[in-house]
């Protein structure tokens, strides 16, 4: 089945540095990818929606500028975390739609951000 | 617009007890509905979902649910709890095929008592 890689599964960085997460899908074409925020005990809460070669749509009330979305191909979507702070720290999962009439979404394993 | 909502922030059960975690949605349109599980510190798992075909839906670890249109309900079961189903579920609902975001449930943790 369609599997999408994350990485790292966790960092821990300092205040004020950028972390970057890297979603990859290993054996598909993801033209959509989606990012999503978790708090601990919480569920998923949806930050943006990011298309091949397009600027990615963010959700209300999400930073532009703190949260960097790249998708500059078809396997490979990035989210940036810049300059970041304690309140940052969170899960972050990506998921990215399956392609055809497989109705699907597959979700990478998270990558758990700790600013100290 | 879509929403889920899971009735249960917790459930809790005994080993080979059934299970019955309940999900009723909210969509202008004919849904697309998703069960799936998360352990501790990871992504989430497709358990099954409800594309349209068939309203009885078996999915992996011997999970189903069923679509019931007029009760607007996707409730998960399984006949028989392991200790290893313990773990976070959410129900999630989306309106297209994938390219519109899935709507997450706040999600139901499921305790299984030896």
């Known amino acids: 089945g369609a599997v999408v890689s994350q990485h790292p599964s966790r960092v821990i960085c300092k205040s004020g540095t950028s972390v970057k997460i890297e979603c990859r899908s290993l054996?598909?074409?993801?033209?959509?990818m989606f990012w999503y925020r978790q708090f601990p005990k919480q569920s998923l809460m949806l930050m943006a929606t990011s298309n091949e070669g397009s600027k990615a749509t963010y959700e209300q009330g999400v930073e532009k500028d703190k949260f960097l979305i790249n998708h500059a191909s078809l396997t490979l979507s990035t989210l940036t975390v810049t300059s970041a702070h304690p309140e940052d720290s969170s899960f972050y999962i990506c998921?990215?739609?399956?392609?055809?009439?497989?109705?699907?979404?597959?979700f990478g394993s998270g990558t758990r951000l700790t600013v100290v | 617009a879509q929403s889920v909502t899971q009735l249960g922030s917790h459930v809790s059960v005994s080993e080979g007890a059934l299970v019955l975690l309940r999900c009723n949605y909210s969509s202008s349109v004919p849904p697309y509905l998703f069960w799936y599980v998360q352990y501790p510190n990871q992504g989430l798992q497709l358990l099954l979902k409800y594309t349209s075909a068939a309203t009885l839906v078996k999915g992996i670890n011997g999970f189903e649910a069923e679509f019931k249109k007029s009760e607007t309900s996707f409730h998960l079961t399984k006949p028989s709890a392991h200790m290893s189903d313990a773990a976070e579920y959410f129900c999630?609902?989306?309106?297209?095929?994938?390219?519109?975001?899935?709507?997450f449930g706040k999600g139901t943790r499921l305790s299984v008592i030896a």
């Open positions: 998921s990215a739609s399956e392609p055809g009439l497989n109705y699907g979404y597959t």
């Open positions: 054996d598909f074409q993801a033209t959509t």
């Open positions: 999630a609902v989306s309106e297209t095929s994938g390219n519109t975001p899935l709507v």
